[in-house]
């Protein structure tokens, strides 16, 4: 029963009879505050092989070891069910090595353990490239797909048309290494090529630029790094109340660099060969099909809001420059919250305890879905670091279903991100058990000092409610097959995002907060007057911020439709005029900065996309009861049951119960932009 969780009660599930008990904290403490003697020693993640870095050595061999068991299980059985799911237990062997190895090297405190999960993710990932070479494994799932006879043999899970089409997609990849010999070796050659590629764009897209600093106005050369006679300018300081500072940076930021505009020809020109390589128009409509665009054509495409209110912001701090201008959009959106909403965070701090958010979390999905979590005793050893707490996620009838290691606090050389990674995958084995998943939520929340717990600011709870949205997008998959489990990395980029984003809007409500926000010392409820000036904030601006994203994803889709015989600077500019608002700006190439075009090339329109699906979800399903018991089991079967097993769109419609078009996507973000927002114009003649 949730009401029993008074101050986040957690039961502490140990591993033999008699080390079960309850622990009552009203903070998030480690697990020093449970005074539970660790049981046995066990390597990292329960993995016996990661009590130390050489640990990653034996795992990666024997991963190597099952995956050359399992190529040529697959390349010498006869076609049917089997082949289909030796095929996924190779990308499980590899998975489980490479996923946990991906996360160690960037967050593991240990320097050795980070380099040698570095290592491990190069050897696998080397491994990876030789089977995707691999003539004999092409053939046998050509085999499989071309034999309608063994096909209508197989189970209905493994004839789901998302799986078929993953492996079709896989065959025409590999077609060319079958039978054209000239053919492999150039799409070898590219794809090498393209990993240096990547590597070069990304760690150009990071670098500063320096100036002499005698070009700079001297009174704010302060505001900058200054390195002997050169000026170093490493980001667009977009926060500053500095008008002129904002402007050298984003001019002195932006400026071109001759060799990463040659990488960003190559990268785009190379993506485009091995896309028309395997038979498709451009690398856009190859990084497309199987999502919910399923076109370039059908990108969304919105109309902005104006920036009159920025405009009118600008003229009242006196700028000799009254236009708004691209460095002007952050720091002017922030001051018009400010100025209408005046949303001071450490107001809000006090009533958002970590402790009570995970208490509201855990409040929440019980109602929705029947699940709670339940804090269990590690091992000694399965933690990187004594902070991480490991949180057993039950079902009230179906029992444990997975695993969310929280990994919540700030540390040195830790990354400062929010991000959601996966451990292990969920899969029905081939012992008829089912292997739970395992990930891992990464926040950078302040520690508790003393008698304070770890207070949140508004951003931090709604960062923790996204999150936990992939978190549970990958307990409550439950696919046949690893390789299209729940979690993001697994299913269409277009969807990835609508179970976190969904997560946002119930963060925002206040019917939901009300369950769980409390002052830390008094216990008095968080005011609703500060929920409304709170969401309300959040959609002032909001419009030109969406204007900035559709400019982001159309720009993205121009670079990787059919070649255009330009430079990237004058696709830019074009682009920005038509898309933005905003003018581009002389000698700035602001395209070598997106370094979302290495990783979500062809897709940055997803976040749109998904926040579109999102809203529609929330409006029709839960904004009149946000505990909605049969909601939330439709949710659940509908939409995170299936992780990547089934097309998107189709999810989307049996959660609706519709078809929804592109029109009904559009409608979606306009109807969150003009929600309760108060009229600028109306605002600034009231100020005046």
């Avoid at 089977?131 to 046998?140: A, G, I, K, R």
């Avoid at 008008?243 to 505009?261: G, H, M, Q």
Wanted: proline share 5%.
């Amino acid at each position: 029963n949730v009401d029993r969780l008074s101050a986040l009660a957690f039961k502490v599930r140990g591993r033999g009879e008699g080390c079960r008990h309850v622990v009552y904290t009203d903070s998030w403490t480690s697990y020093r505050a449970f005074s539970l003697s660790p049981l046995c020693s066990q390597g990292l993640f329960g993995v016996p092989e990661l009590s130390g870095p050489a640990g990653f050595q034996m795992a990666q061999h024997q991963a190597l070891r099952e995956a050359e068991f399992l190529v040529h299980k697959a390349c010498t059985h006869p076609p049917g069910a089997v082949t289909v799911e030796t095929f996924d237990q190779l990308s499980d062997s590899l998975c489980r090595v490479a996923d946990l190895a991906d996360f160690i090297k960037v967050a593991h405190p240990d320097a050795a353990f980070r380099e040698a999960a570095e290592r491990t993710c190069v050897e696998i990932g080397t491994l990876v490239e030789i089977l995707n070479t691999n003539v004999d494994l092409c053939q046998s799932l050509k085999n499989l797909l071309g034999n309608e006879a063994v096909l209508a043999t197989l189970d209905s899970d493994t004839r789901q048309p998302k799986i078929q089409a993953l492996f079709n997609v896989i065959i025409l990849i590999l077609y060319i290494f079958l039978y054209e010999s000239s053919q492999r070796s150039k799409a070898v050659a590219l794809n090498v090529k393209l990993l240096d590629l990547y590597h070069e764009f990304l760690n150009g897209s990071q670098l500063p630029n320096a100036i002499d600093k005698q070009v700079l106005p001297e009174h704010i050369r302060h505001c900058f790094s200054i390195d002997g006679n050169r000026v170093q300018i490493g980001g667009l300081h977009a926060d500053s109340p500095n008008d002129l500072v904002r402007e050298a940076a984003y001019k002195i930021f932006l400026y071109p660099n001759t060799s990463l505009l040659l990488c960003l020809d190559e990268l785009l020109a190379c993506r485009h060969e091995l896309a028309t390589l395997v038979g498709y128009e451009s690398f856009s409509h190859r990084a497309l099909k199987g999502t919910m665009a399923k076109t370039p054509g059908k990108i969304i495409r919105a109309t902005s809001r104006d920036f009159k209110m920025m405009k009118e912001m600008k003229k009242k701090t006196h700028t000799t420059n009254p236009e708004v201008m691209p460095w002007d959009h952050a720091y002017l959106s922030s001051a018009i919250r400010t100025e209408m909403f005046n949303i001071d965070p450490s107001i809000y701090s006090p009533y958002f305890s970590l402790g009570a958010c995970m208490e509201g979390l855990n409040r929440l999905f019980m109602q929705l879905l029947g699940v709670y979590f339940q804090a269990e005793q590690p091992k000694m050893g399965e933690l990187w670091s004594e902070d991480v707490r490991k949180l057993a996620v039950v079902h009230e009838t179906e029992g444990l279903l997975g695993y969310i290691y929280c990994d919540f606090f700030r540390r040195p050389d830790k990354p400062h991100q929010d991000c959601h990674f996966t451990i292990r995958g969920g899969r029905l084995r081939e012992d008829g058990v089912y292997q739970l998943p395992v990930v891992v939520l990464m926040l950078s929340l302040p520690p508790p000092s003393g008698r304070t717990p770890s207070l949140l600011t508004p951003s931090m709870v709604e960062n923790l409610f996204h999150e936990m949205g992939h978190a549970m997008h990958s307990m409550l998959g439950r696919t046949h097959y690893q390789h299209v489990t729940g979690q993001r990395t697994r299913c269409s980029t277009d969807f990835a995002e609508v179970p976190s984003i969904l997560m946002e809007y119930f963060a925002s409500d206040y019917r939901v907060l009300s369950q769980f926000a409390r002052h830390y010392q008094t216990g008095e409820p968080l005011p609703e007057n500060l929920v409304s000036r709170l969401c309300e904030s959040k959609r002032a601006c909001s419009a030109a911020d969406t204007q900035l994203q559709i400019f982001y994803a159309a720009l993205d889709q121009v670079y990787h439709g059919k070649p255009q015989y330009r430079s990237t600077t004058d696709i830019l500019r074009e682009v920005q005029e038509k898309f933005y608002g905003l003018p581009y700006v002389h000698d700035t190439a602001w395209q070598l900065r997106f370094s979302h075009l290495v990783g979500y090339g062809a897709k940055y329109y997803s976040y749109l996309m998904s926040r579109a699906v999102a809203s529609m979800v929330w409006r029709q399903c839960f904004l009149q009861d946000p505990f909605s018991r049969v909601m939330g089991e439709r949710y659940r079967r509908e939409m995170l049951a299936h992780g990547g097993s089934k097309e998107p769109v189709l999810m989307v419609q049996g959660m609706l119960q519709k078809t929804p078009t592109i029109e009904d996507f559009v409608d979606a973000l306009v109807l969150d932009l003009n929600a309760n927002v108060k009229s600028p114009v109306l605002f600034f003649n009231n100020s005046e």
